[in-house]
């Protein structure tokens, strides 16, 4: 006979006290001693919680030192706290920090960088907003977003044939039958966290510009009323798989539909809507489709085809046009990305005052960009080096990247595709020179440890590296700071307000 588990414990009166990764509060909880047991510290991470709240807590789950807690009742609500704009706040896992003032957002982002940098990376490093006491490492003060809403370009909208339910939602179904016809109806918006098939229906999301909104409940209304089958991820079965939706600052739009076409009659149903999307929004300047027979969504290695318009849209940036396809890669947060980039390109040829740097050679310097996309930084700071090699594993990222050289008539750029620990190795720095300059944005994961030791052997006299996941930017940092580097200039930027995710942009000076 199994032994019947120990229920969760149930905290009452507990004060939220700080932010903890992942949009989560947190708060440590003293155990007295009991059972012949010390007394004991636990850490709960509680979600959708802010600091200063009052609240009954269940635990839900439970390890040696730390415990997940649900909020079951509320006390008091923190003064620190502010009503959220989207109705959807507290179910769709997208922007878990809207109940919190936007100067508290970016405290605690910038606070997390440094929590991560120097705990993970072990690194010695001055408070947030100060310069170290021999000055030769200054930790900037976070840059805000431009804009806190309406500031995304793109968006991904996954179709259901089943609606994710809410607790609230299911406990006022009267009975299991009806449960499972209202969970039979369609959906089409954002994957529920922690559920893959999952999709939680989608009105209105604020942050991105009205017209994505207007787009997307189109096609949700089209497909309702003409009878197109939404996918189902268990069976693989359904036509309407997920919706991208893009817009660009040249006010240009780009809108993806991708299908698995299975049943006869369903390319014309395709089509329909289509063609139903081209009719209502001229805005619309590169509409296409992808047939997508796999079992997950990604469609990096499918074709794209156009219906009608372009096969990309254009953005700018300080007067440079930079060609964004379906498979592109480029900043969701348009604006934000040219402060990003402005303080990548100013860490890799600017010293402490802003100005030129001397230790770098009187001729123009030879860049590597890494995981360079489309080459959206290497066109950037190209007007500043001798040349920039840009190396990326995507094969169509780096066509846009030639691309995008020469629409701005950019000549001393090179661009290769391939695994970088395939690609940067000392027989390609031999052949192409030693970069005095190194700028590297890596995916979330950050760079494989033979890229670091590459990075190394090459002896650049500065690196840049901007990342999105501060963690895995703090590991490579200790490996980059052991012997041969040090720190001399940190700028966190904000580029997805009401979220906990945070760009950090580090420069690094051969010692």
């Not at 190795?425 to 494989?448: K, L, N, S, W, Y």
Request: hydrophobic content about 35%; some cysteine.
């Amino acid at each position: 006979m199994a032994r019947k588990k120990k229920p969760f414990p149930i905290f009452e009166n507990i004060e939220i006290t700080d932010i903890a990764a992942e949009g989560k509060s947190l708060v440590r909880i003293t155990i007295p001693a009991h059972d012949g047991q010390e007394e004991s510290r636990l850490v709960v991470f509680v979600p959708w919680a802010v600091p200063g709240d009052v609240v009954d807590l269940q635990i839900r789950r439970k390890k040696h030192s730390y415990a997940e807690a649900e909020v079951i009742k509320w006390h008091k609500l923190s003064d620190r706290r502010v009503q959220p704009r989207c109705r959807h706040f507290g179910v769709c896992g997208g922007c878990k920090w809207q109940q919190l003032p936007y100067d508290e957002q970016l405290r605690f982002k910038q606070q997390q960088v440094f929590d991560q940098l120097t705990r993970i990376g072990h690194l010695a490093l001055p408070q947030p907003g100060t310069t170290s006491a021999d000055g030769l490492c200054t930790f900037q003060p976070i840059m805000g977003s431009v804009h806190q809403y309406e500031y995304r370009n793109k968006l991904d909208f996954g179709a259901a044939n089943k609606r994710y339910l809410t607790k609230e939602e299911i406990r006022q179904l009267p009975d299991r039958d009806d449960s499972m016809s209202a969970k039979d109806v369609p959906a089409l918006g954002f994957h529920i966290t922690g559920a893959f098939d999952k999709i939680l229906p989608i009105e209105n999301c604020h942050l991105m510009h009205p017209l994505h909104n207007e787009i997307r409940n189109a096609v949700r209304d089209y497909a309702l009323q003409n009878g197109l089958s939404f996918f189902d991820l268990r069976a693989q079965t359904g036509l309407l798989r997920d919706v991208i939706i893009r817009n660009s600052n040249t006010g240009e739009w780009m809108v993806i539909v991708q299908v698995k076409l299975q049943e006869e009659g369903d390319r014309e149903r395709l089509f329909g809507l289509l063609q139903h999307l081209s009719d209502k929004f001229h805005e619309i300047s590169s509409l296409l489709w992808v047939d997508n027979q796999k079992c997950n969504d990604t469609f990096g290695d499918l074709d794209v085809h156009v219906f009608s318009g372009n096969d990309h849209i254009i953005e700018t940036m300080e007067g440079l046009r930079f060609k964004v396809g379906p498979k592109s890669f480029y900043q969701t947060n348009t604006e934000q990305a040219y402060h990003l980039y402005s303080v990548a390109r100013e860490f890799a040829f600017c010293n402490l005052d802003g100005k030129s740097d001397d230790t770098l050679p009187a001729a123009a310097p030879l860049v590597y960009d890494l995981y360079t996309g489309t080459g959206t930084i290497a066109n950037f700071v190209a007007r500043q080096a001798r040349q920039v090699v840009g190396i990326e594993y995507v094969p169509e990222a780096i066509e846009d990247a030639k691309v995008n050289s020469q629409l701005n008539s950019i000549g001393n750029t090179l661009f290769y595709a391939g695994d970088m620990k395939d690609i940067l190795t000392d027989e390609f720095i031999a052949a192409h020179g030693r970069p005095d300059v190194i700028i590297t944005d890596p995916p979330r994961a950050g760079m494989h440890p033979d890229v670091v030791k590459t990075i190394l052997r090459a002896a650049p006299q500065r690196i840049v590296y901007v990342s999105c996941n501060p963690a895995t930017q703090a590991r490579d940092l200790e490996l980059l700071t052991q012997d041969h580097y040090r720190i001399r200039r940190i700028q966190p930027v904000d580029m997805f307000p009401h979220t906990p995710h945070v760009e950090n942009v580090v420069m690094l000076e051969r010692k």
